[in-house]
């Protein structure tokens, strides 16, 4: 099949699920030669590992820079409900920016590349694309401040923190949509409105991103020595895996705790979680008499704050994730459910 047939098939794919509104179609159409072939697959494509240090052929060190997936590009592009002659500040370059410029032209994107190499690939790839927004390379969580006022925020790395340089450099009445991730489980997607000295929204879907390097999560190379061995009631499957509303109470009301799963079906499954402070906890499947077994140290009983947090969210009546907002400061962001005056969990300082 022809380039030109492989991406009307996932045009037509992706319209049909919902995933592409109409504004975008043309937009995507644009150029058809300048699009890479792995780009007619609604499929992330990993392009670095180990900032640069690895290699994505082989498989070799830790993902940390990707082609997003058609599908959630587009699902995210859909929240910033972008008008025409408005600005956008897209933070992460990649082809997103070849978007947001055949959407809007060059002159009103702004986008920023942390990485040199990323942003001189980035570069020569919009060139080929016919596209020249203009490509700041620096860290995104600082924003482009001499671009303001944008009248959109779009990012395409997670943050545990929505940056307040983001809500200052956009207009009232602006839209800032960012993957966001606090730490436990898996993503979420996060559209914020700016207001007049704050920025409040609601998770509105699922977004798994890799982190701004700013905002990392401390992974330790190994767990510490001589841990407590304990057991928990609780199935460790249920509270990993149940719901993603679950997944942001966790985050909210366990401040600091990040969380990862592994697991090939129910034969094999560990979850391990810890703090950056010496905390940590894991547990798995396994089964004894009195419960599941658990392997803990630290200061923190961090699976006991887990699972308390867990039958909490439970004995709310298990509100799903679009019931939960987040409200971003200058002094920090604040987790809310159903209002913003409802704030769960301790706020997060800036």
């Not at 380039?3 to 043309?26: F, I, M, N, Q, T």
């Not at 007619?40 to 997003?68: F, K, M, R």
């Not at 839209?175 to 509105?204: K, Q």
Request: charged fraction near 25%.
């Amino acid at each position: 099949m022809t380039e030109a047939g492989l991406r009307g098939l996932l045009a037509e794919r992706l319209e049909a699920a919902g995933d592409l509104p109409p504004e975008w179609r043309k937009a995507y159409d644009t150029d058809p030669d300048a699009w890479w072939e792995g780009v007619y697959s609604d499929a992330s494509l990993i392009t670095q590992a180990d900032d640069g240090a690895g290699d994505p052929a082989t498989g070799e060190g830790s993902w940390t820079s990707s082609l997003s997936a058609p599908g959630a590009v587009f699902a995210s592009l859909a929240h910033l409900y972008v008008h025409d002659g408005q600005r956008v500040l897209d933070v992460g370059t990649g082809w997103t920016a070849a978007l947001l410029s055949a959407r809007l032209g060059d002159d009103h994107v702004t986008t920023v590349e942390v990485d040199p190499a990323v942003a001189d690939q980035a570069a020569k790839n919009l060139v080929v694309c016919g596209r020249s927004p203009h490509l700041v390379v620096g860290d995104g969580a600082l924003g482009h401040a001499a671009g303001a006022p944008y009248d959109r925020v779009h990012a395409t790395c997670g943050v545990q923190r929505v940056p307040w340089a983001w809500v200052e450099q956009t207009r009232p009445g602006g839209v800032i949509v960012t993957p966001w991730s606090p730490g436990w489980a898996y993503g979420h997607l996060l559209r914020l409105t700016v207001g007049r000295d704050r920025a409040v929204g609601r998770l509105v879907g699922s977004a798994g991103y890799m982190l701004m390097r700013a905002q990392r999560h401390p992974v330790p190379d190994r767990l510490g020595d001589r841990p407590e061995h304990r057991t928990t009631p609780i199935d460790p499957r249920d509270v990993a895996w149940d719901d993603y509303g679950a997944d942001v109470a966790i985050a909210a009301l366990v401040p600091g705790v990040v969380s990862a799963t592994t697991s090939e079906g129910d034969d094999t499954m560990e979850v391990r979680v810890w703090d950056g402070d010496g905390s940590w906890a894991t547990t798995g499947y396994r089964q004894d008499r009195r419960g599941f077994a658990v392997a803990s140290h630290g200061t923190r009983r961090l699976w006991d704050e887990v699972t308390d947090a867990y039958l909490t969210w439970v004995e709310w009546g298990r509100p799903a994730r679009d019931r939960y907002g987040v409200t971003v400061t200058g002094e920090g962001q604040q987790i809310w459910l159903d209002t913003p005056d409802r704030v769960i969990g301790p706020s997060s300082p800036a």
